[in-house]
C-alpha cells in the first residue's frame, strides 16, 4: 500500500503561480516589446530564451505584510523547490538552470507602496525600478513580485484576480489581499 501523501495549503498557491506563468493564466496583459539587447531590463525573446540562455533565475520581491509563504513538505522539500522542479522540467533537455529562492533571506524586501489597487502599467513600472539588471548574454530573469492590493483594470479594480502575468514580459505578480478574498478557498488563504 501506498503511504497516503499530505501536501500543505501552500502548494496550490505556489503551483498556482508557476501556472499564472507557464499558461499567462488569472490575467494577462500585453507588456509591450519582447527582444533581448533594448537595453530594457524586463525585455525577453522567446527565440533567444530557447537557443541563447543557459541560467534562468527567478528574483521574488515583496512588499510588509504581502511575505510569500516558505516552509517545507512533510518530507523536508521546501515549498519552493516545487516551482524549480517545474520549471526545470519543462525546460529539460535544454541545457538551462533553474534558480529559485526557497528563503525570505534569499528574497527582496521591498518599501510598502501605499497601494490600494495595481495597474499593469504600475506593476510593470514597479518592476522596472527593481531590477535593472537586463535579460542577455546567456542568464535570463523572471522577476515575481507580492504586493497588497488588488488588480485594477480600465479604472475598475477586481479584487478576486489573485495574480497577473504579462504576454512577452516576464514578471508575475501575486496580490496578497485577493488570496483573502471572500469566496476563495480556506486552503489558499492558509498558505501565506
Known amino acids: ?3 497516503r501523501i499530505t501536501l500543505s495549503p501552500a502548494v496550490p498557491a505556489i503551483l498556482t503561480a508557476a501556472l499564472l506563468l507557464i499558461n499567462q493564466g488569472c490575467s494577462s496583459e500585453d507588456g509591450g516589446g519582447t527582444n533581448t539587447g533594448t537595453g530594457d531590463p524586463l525585455a525577453l525573446s522567446l527565440p533567444w530564451v530557447y537557443s541563447s540562455m543557459t ?6 520581491s515583496y512588499e510588509p505584510d504581502a511575505e510569500p509563504h516558505i516552509g517545507t513538505l512533510w518530507d523536508g522539500t521546501p515549498y519552493w523547490c516545487i516551482l ?6 519543462l525546460l529539460l533537455g535544454r541545457g538551462i538552470t533553474v534558480n529559485v529562492p526557497w528563503d525570505l533571506e534569499d528574497m527582496d524586501p521591498i518599501a510598502d507602496q501605499a497601494e490600494e489597487s ?3 502599467t504600475e506593476i510593470l513600472a514597479l518592476a522596472r525600478s527593481l531590477h ?8 535570463g530573469y523572471i522577476h ?4 497588497n492590493g488588488s488588480y485594477e483594470k480600465d479604472n475598475v479594480v477586481i479584487p478576486e484576480v489573485t495574480g497577473l502575468a ?3 514580459i516576464p514578471v508575475l505578480a501575486i496580490f496578497k489581499d485577493a488570496i483573502f478574498y471572500p469566496g476563495h478557498s480556506p486552503a489558499i488563504a492558509r498558505f501565506s
Open 132 to 139: 535593472t539588471a537586463s535579460t542577455s548574454g546567456s542568464t
Open 84 to 89: 524549480q522542479n517545474n520549471v526545470g522540467a
Open 55 to 60: 541560467s534562468l533565475t527567478f528574483t521574488v
Open 144 to 147: 515575481v513580485l507580492f504586493l
Open 166 to 168: 504579462f504576454s512577452g
Open 1 to 3: 500500500m501506498k503511504p
Open 118 to 120: 495595481w495597474t499593469g
